[in-house]
């Protein structure tokens, strides 16, 4: 089955403890995003892949880092976790990210953050 | 300054009545995408209908129409017989042509909930 994996669906966690989120996708997907939702504001990119070792920032990546070192895997990186950082996170992955694509994005199914 | 608008914060309807959730959009590239996207209860993002910006029939999938009317800079979303499983929040979004790498832009978003 198609899919975006991401571990864990909850943390709750205290401020300043390194964590990782992990996204996996099996669709052989070039593009992968992370997204952030907090209320009244939708969705915000955090940082963006276009494929292997090629990432960039978002509308907001500060207090985040990632990596692509594989096509499949892009874990989303919280060296310093504080409390604005509480949100519900989301990876999604895309065919392709160049110009407009009639390609949507598949998401996970989320991950809810409580940093303490 | 905001991209795309959903102005409709929430919304009741009953259920087998139709029901259209307004947004608006603003961009200066003549290629784009929209895209609209269900979020129920549990959390996860499905995608529904895409509209790209030079189709010109607006787009229909099952019950989800897209009213697209490139003038007004507005795609509302229509559900047509409305069921008590199309309670969620729904978003609209876009990507636009010159933004290359894919980057989706959410509105707020509308709840909508189904009564009996």
């Known amino acids: 089955e198609a899919q975006v994996t991401q571990n864990p669906r909850y943390l709750i966690t205290v401020t300043g403890k390194k964590l990782t989120v992990t996204c996996s996708q099996n669709m052989n997907h070039e593009y992968m995003s992370w997204y952030r939702q907090d209320p009244g504001l939708g969705l915000r990119q955090i940082y963006y892949s276009m494929n292997v070792e090629v990432t960039d920032k978002g509308d907001v990546p500060e207090g985040y880092k990632v990596s692509r070192k594989e096509k499949r895997n892009f874990p989303l990186i919280l060296e310093s976790p504080s409390p604005n950082q509480t949100s519900l996170y989301f990876c999604?992955?895309?065919?392709?990210?160049?110009?407009?694509?009639?390609?949507?994005?598949?998401f996970g199914d989320g991950t809810r953050l409580s940093i303490l | 300054a905001q991209k795309i608008t959903q102005t409709q914060p929430g919304m009741f309807v009953q259920e087998k009545e139709a029901v259209t959730l307004d947004c608006t959009y603003d961009?200066?590239?003549?290629?784009?995408?929209l895209f609209w996207y269900k979020q129920p209860s549990s959390g996860e993002m499905i995608f529904l209908i895409y509209?790209?910006?030079?189709?010109?029939q607006n787009a229909t999938e099952g019950r989800y129409s897209l009213n697209f009317q490139k003038a007004r800079k507005s795609a509302n979303l229509v559900i047509s017989a409305s069921q008590l499983g199309d309670s969620a929040m729904y978003f609209c979004a876009m990507r636009e042509g010159t933004d290359s790498w894919g980057k989706l832009q959410f509105g707020a978003g509308t709840q909508v909930v189904v009564t009996p």
């Open positions: 509209q790209g910006s030079y189709d010109e």
């Open positions: 961009t200066s590239d003549q290629s784009y995408g």
């Open positions: 999604a992955s895309s065919l392709t990210g160049t110009g407009v694509s009639n390609q949507p994005q598949h």
